[in-house]
């Protein structure tokens, strides 16, 4: 499958070590630099063979935040996100940033601590099967039963981790494992899981593109995942065929690129759905026909002939009649349908120029009324500010769509955000990773005051590491998204959606020793944008915003993508 | 009524793998109306009857997920069986 996996070589060790040291030096061999976690029980050994070693341990303060904060490690970098807990609370602790690294199609390894082999099964202290726990949210999960396995587990772990369609591995190891001693020479050989290009599928492909009127590419997160940006912009480029993206797709084609319409679907521009439900040909690239990106799914794209290039079989056809699948890698089966169809320009000029002409008419206005702060109009002009370097690091919420919706990115790595699971608490931790992945980068967590509150403990993690991460806490004192779907599709019948009693996020910051400020009317923005972005630590502008603003466009939950609704 | 089909697996002898195979199935849409295994030393080999919840539930795209697996591979995919229920 991919190229992407990390070269592994056996080193036979001939003198017998812990299964902990053994643990700790397949790591270093296999080039992991950072590791989150936090150390419990079940887990010492390894915490114990931990010091004087070269990699950097992130104590955090949440085993959630470590999960989070490898995932968009991960994310950031490109390698191989690691996070470290001990059994029972420490691992179920994990979860939730496992089902996010699932659900993201993120390569991430967690390792945790059980409790010894001869007292599982008895509900020991702390004892809890987290193997059976997370089956359906791992991609694959080891439990290490012998010292000697740990080289070949861990690199195994690693490999399936990052090959094919990535995702989070779980590799549990019983305290007695890591505490007995064995020789371990083995190494795991990498198979080879080459999918041989499908020409026969891709010189389908072409014929169908050539025979259509409206085609449209339809941009996932597996494109960033594939290492084939530069790939789809080629393709982008050399075809003049337009583009939507998903959420997870987005600076993939850059935000002012010609041709690029935008985000599709729920909270997608009106110019991406327009382009979809027009489209009598849709080239889906490394995308998955997700509800919140096809709406009604009868309903979307009701014209168009569906080509589908992914890694992943099972994602072919699974939601979608497909007309021609290409199952396999991205990059070479992108390159060479451009190869096909540079030879001779398609006949599009008239869609391409009714999609641009829709793109500028429906283009977003940032000349709102009044003299609060208008989050859009923060957002943009933040990411401007930012530049090339700038990266998101988003929770879940309101801001969430703001900052997909109105920030620019240059490069899908710019922008980190919980898509699948949709996890509130991401956005801080993720900053985290993000941030000690690239540290050259600008990172700035966008979060609101809901999700901000659940993992605000990780402010305590950047203090320690003096990690600069800046933050944007757009505060609209309540559960904006929920409350604007109470609004609009439950008679406005506000129920828990209020959190008017916040703390003072400014003297919680500074509690935590970081710089904050506030930033609560419009003609503060451009300097607070500057302070934030000039300070040397980590940062928080604290911003105030009116809790009635919704998200617009969106389409109603269960609607076609052809029923936007706009607000007032 | 939905069709039952009858898929034919190899497993490795793995902690979780029946769990895993089983709960992917489930997870997928479908009923497990009937199983049967044979212990093959390292690995188990499973008959696995299934049904699809509602019409929608392709057992193709069944066929791919369990592909996904590790340690687990579809015998002589995708010739399963197909039956009226």
Same mark, same amino acid.
């Given at each position: 499958m991919s190229a992407a996996a990390p070269a592994l070589k056996t080193s036979p060790d001939a003198a017998p070590q812990s299964g902990a040291r053994l643990l700790v030096s397949t790591l270093e061999r296999l080039g992991v630099d950072v590791v989150f976690g936090y150390p419990g029980g079940a887990i010492m050994p390894i915490y114990d063979a931990l010091t004087g070693t070269g990699l950097k341990h992130i104590l955090v303060r949440h085993e959630q935040g470590a999960a989070?904060?490898?995932?968009?490690?991960?994310?950031?970098?490109?390698?191989?996100?690691? !996070?470290? $807990?001990?059994?029972?609370?420490?691992?179920?602790? @994990?979860?939730?940033?496992?089902?996010?690294?699932?659900?993201?199609?993120v390569p991430m390894v967690c390792i945790t601590g059980n409790v010894p082999q001869g007292v599982m099964g008895t509900d020991a202290f702390q004892e809890i099967d987290i193997l059976?726990?997370? /089956?359906? =949210?791992?991609?694959? #999960?080891? %439990?290490?039963? &012998?010292? #000697?396995?740990?080289?070949?587990?861990?690199?195994?772990?690693?490999?399936i981790a990052a090959s094919g369609r990535p995702g989070p591995v779980l590799v549990d190891l019983p305290k007695d494992v890591q505490f007995a001693t064995a020789v371990a020479p083995f190494g795991f050989n990498v198979p080879n899981e080459a999918i041989p290009l499908n020409h026969d599928a891709i010189a389908e492909a072409e014929r169908?593109?050539?025979? $259509?009127?409206? *085609? %449209?590419?339809?941009?996932?997160?597996?494109?960033? =995942?594939?290492?084939?940006?530069?790939?789809?912009?080629?393709? $982008?480029?050399?075809?003049?065929? *337009?583009?939507?993206?998903? @959420?997870?797709? @987005?600076?993939?084609?850059?935000? &002012?690129?010609p041709g690029f319409l935008g985000m599709l679907g729920m909270h997608g521009t009106r110019a991406a759905n327009e382009a979809v439900q027009s489209s009598d040909l849709l080239i889906v690239l490394g995308a998955r026909f997700d509800d919140r990106a096809t709406g009604k799914l009868a309903e979307f794209a009701p014209h168009a002939r569906v080509v589908h290039f992914d890694i992943d079989a099972s994602e072919i056809g699974k939601l979608r009649e497909t007309h021609v699948a290409?199952?396999?890698? %991205?990059?070479?089966?992108?390159?060479? /349908?451009?190869a096909r169809l540079a030879v001779a320009p398609l006949a599009i000029d008239p869609w391409v120029i009714r999609c641009a002409t829709a793109a500028a008419h429906h283009a977003a206005r940032y000349d709102a009324p009044g003299e609060g702060v208008y989050a859009p109009a923060l957002l943009k002009q933040l990411s401007e500010a930012a530049g090339d370097r700038f990266v998101a690091a988003c929770d879940v919420g309101q801001h969430q769509m703001w900052a997909a919706q109105h !920030?620019?990115? #240059?490069?899908?790595?710019?922008?980190?955000?919980?898509?699948? %699971?949709?996890?509130?608490?991401?956005?801080l931790p993720a900053g985290l990773g993000a941030k000690l992945a690239d540290p050259s980068a600008t990172v700035v967590t966008i979060a609101g005051d809901g999700g901000f509150m659940m993992n605000i403990q990780e402010l305590a993690t950047l203090k320690r590491y003096g990690v600069a991460l800046k933050i944007v806490l757009l505060d609209n004192s309540s559960l904006g998204l929920v409350r604007q779907w109470q609004e609009l599709f439950f008679q406005e019948n506000y129920s828990e959606v209020d959190l008017s009693d916040n703390p003072d996020f400014v003297k919680v910051a500074e509690a935590f020793g970081i710089e904050a400020f506030?930033?609560?009317?419009? &003609?503060?923005?451009?300097?607070?944008?500057d302070r934030l972005l000039a300070a040397d630590g980590p940062c928080l502008a604290h911003v105030i915003i009116n809790p009635k603003e919704n998200v617009w466009p969106l389409v109603p939950p269960g609607k076609s993508n052809a029923e936007m609704m706009e607000g007032a | 009524m939905t069709m039952s089909d009858t898929i034919h697996i190899q497993i490795d002898r793995a902690d979780g793998s029946l769990q895993r195979l089983i709960g992917l199935v489930e997870r997928r849409g479908f009923h497990i109306d009937g199983m049967s295994m044979a212990d093959e030393g390292v690995s188990r080999r499973i008959a696995l009857t299934v049904r699809g919840r509602d019409a929608a539930r392709s057992i193709d795209n069944l066929g791919c997920q369990i592909d996904r697996l590790f340690g687990v591979a579809r015998i002589g995919a995708p010739a399963y069986q197909s039956e009226a229920a």
């Open positions: 989070f904060a490898a995932d968009a490690y991960a994310r950031a970098s490109g390698k191989v996100g690691v !996070c470290m $807990a001990t059994s029972g609370p420490g691992a179920t602790n @994990l979860i939730t940033g496992i089902a996010n690294a699932m659900m993201d199609s059976g726990v997370t /089956l359906p =949210i791992v991609k694959h #999960s080891i %439990l290490v039963r &012998d010292a #000697s396995e740990i080289p070949a587990a861990v690199e195994q772990a690693f490999h169908f593109i050539r025979a $259509a009127e409206r *085609p %449209l590419i339809y941009i996932g997160g597996g494109v960033k =995942i594939a290492k084939a940006t530069e790939a789809v912009r080629a393709f $982008a480029e050399a075809t003049g065929i *337009p583009a939507v993206a998903t @959420l997870n797709a @987005l600076g993939t084609i850059a935000t &002012d690129a290409v199952a396999g890698e %991205l990059k070479p089966g992108v390159e060479s /349908l451009t !920030c620019r990115f #240059s490069r899908p790595e710019a922008h980190i955000t919980s898509g699948g %699971l949709g996890a509130m608490g991401f956005g506030r930033i609560d009317r419009r &003609d503060q923005v451009e300097a607070g944008i | -």
